[in-house]
């Protein structure tokens, strides 16, 4: 999923999320795929 499509379904701005999905990349929870594609890794 992209970073637009996140912001648009969570309504969090952008910079925010970008920060949670950092936080969740490094936990190993998130990837970060080409194309700025976010990937969910484990079930929250």
């Known amino acids: ?3 637009d499509a996140l ?3 969570t309504g969090w701005p ?3 999320l970008s920060a949670r999905l950092l ?3 490094l936990d190993g929870q998130v990837a970060r795929l080409p194309g700025q594609l976010f990937q969910r890794l484990t079930r929250v």
């Open 23 to 25: 936080e969740l990349e």
């Open 14 to 16: 952008a910079h925010e």
């Open 1 to 3: 999923m992209t970073l």
């Open 7 to 9: 912001v648009a379904r």
